[in-house]
């Protein structure tokens, strides 16, 4: 009984990392269309700190495993933190001097260390009771972590987006001490939320230097990498993971796009559900606000999908075998990818939108299901598949190529192929029966 409630304490704590992650990384993501005004930079440029983001996964993962076999889940939980609050006090003098290349530094140590949280939680919350049960508690987890993604844009509009950036032709006619006096304005508006999140993220290091969490790791192997290559369900699930953060970052990435492709705007403008809406909650006429506006906001509903179909996942993966749950999803995302690709108008978008409640459990089976059996070579295992999130770094620019070449429609074809290898790979564990209730 005791070992169960240290586990639940564990769990609960746990998954607050997960929310905090989530709600900086969406945060942090707020602050791209301000550095665009304030340093004038082409969307190129702009597109660095996502970069940023995703080579921090891949320089840091598989270093943070090794380095989690030997310290631990706990020092490594400790080890993320100091590293993200780090990132998060270096936005105060990249404010204050408005240097871009200071505030590339300061996402790519933020980045980090949410990689070290990354590689150090996934893989403890895997361990936190039976392994028949580790997929359910991280699409739990995961959850949160969706739910911070869900709150953070609305605090980045309230503190980082509510104001009006100058460019550089009228801060020129400003005096001398109107430009100071808006530097100083522009610098609080980024410092004062970071430095409330690196004090947050401080205390809550400190409170796991004291707190007491279950030893679930012994020494793992040095050569616990050469091991690991040498799994073939390891590499399939390292795959895996690529696959399937390239194509949920694809799909986000271009869903305003694929919308204005089809004009849609015009579409939804003439629903009079739409109608209502922007005349009672808006106050305005639907007719004269922004196509991109009117498209945009239908966004909100893939990454909620993911939300909702994360709490519904670690029901169904704790009473229903992983794999299989994961094989259904991936052919449900494969469905409505085709409708997608096979219709115009509302049904087009509401399908393509849906994907995202089939993306939800995605991540955490997967790397739940290729951790099973690892025993203490899990924190090394977990270091490769976090690796593998770099694949929202080169999924969706070969999706944009291939559009170019071809249009939406077609380029859809690459994502079904991503979601098809997700499908081969639950049906695979599926086959061997790992994880499969009797």
């Avoid at 996942?313 to 992983?322: C, E, F, H």
Wanted: net charge positive; charged share 10%.
């Amino acid at each position: 009984m005791d070992q169960k409630r240290d586990y639940r304490t564990a769990f609960i704590i746990i998954t607050v990392l997960f929310f905090l992650w989530g709600f900086i990384t969406v945060l942090v993501d707020s602050l791209i269309p301000r550095l665009k005004d304030v340093f004038e930079l082409s969307y190129f440029q702009a597109g660095l700190v996502q970069f940023a983001f995703f080579i921090a996964y891949f320089l840091f993962s598989v270093p943070a495993g090794y380095l989690l076999s030997r310290i631990g889940y706990k020092k490594g939980i400790i080890l993320g933190l100091v590293t993200m609050a780090v990132g998060c006090l270096l936005f105060y003098p990249a404010a204050s001097y408005r240097v871009f290349s200071f505030f590339l530094l300061g996402y790519f140590t933020l980045a980090g260390g949410i990689t070290i949280l990354q590689v150090a939680a996934n893989p403890y919350v895997s361990v936190l009771g039976k392994e028949t049960g580790a997929a359910s508690r991280l699409n739990l987890s995961q959850a949160f972590n969706s739910l911070g993604t869900a709150i953070a844009p609305v605090v980045g509009a309230l503190f980082l987006l509510s104001d009006t950036i100058k460019n550089s032709e009228e801060i020129s006619f400003l005096s001398e001490a109107e430009q100071q006096a808006y530097f100083s304005a522009e610098a609080n508006a980024v410092q004062q939320p970071f430095l409330w999140i690196a004090a947050f993220i401080g205390v809550l290091s400190l409170l796991f230097v004291f707190l007491k969490l279950p030893k679930l790791i012994q020494e793992s192997p040095k050569s616990g990498y050469f091991i690991l290559l040498k799994n073939k369900m390891v590499l399939l699930g390292v795959i895996g993971i690529f696959l399937y953060v390239g194509a949920e970052v694809a799909i986000g990435s271009y869903l305003v796009n694929y919308f204005l492709d089809m004009n849609l705007a015009a579409t939804i403008r003439e629903t009079p559900l739409m109608r209502n809406i922007s005349e009672r909650l808006l106050h305005q006429d639907i007719t004269q606000i922004d196509a991109k506006a009117i498209v945009g906001s239908f966004v909100v509903f893939y990454w909620s999908g993911a939300m909702i179909g994360r709490f519904l996942g670690a029901y169904l993966t704790k009473v229903i075998s992983p794999a299989r749950v994961l094989t259904l999803f991936s052919l449900g995302a494969i469905l409505l990818l085709s409708i997608s690709m096979n219709s115009e108008g509302l049904t087009a978008m509401w399908s393509i939108l849906g994907v995202g409640l089939f993306n939800s459990v995605m991540f955490p089976t997967i790397f739940t299901l290729t951790l099973s059996g690892l025993g203490d070579l899990k924190p090394q295992a977990s270091g490769l598949l976090c690796m593998a999130i770099v694949g929202g770094a080169v999924v969706p620019p070969l999706y944009g190529f291939i559009t170019d070449q071809v249009g939406f429609k077609w380029a859809l074809i690459l994502l079904i192929v991503c979601y098809g290898y997700i499908v081969f790979f639950g049906y695979k564990k599926l086959k061997t029966s790992i994880l499969e209730r009797p």
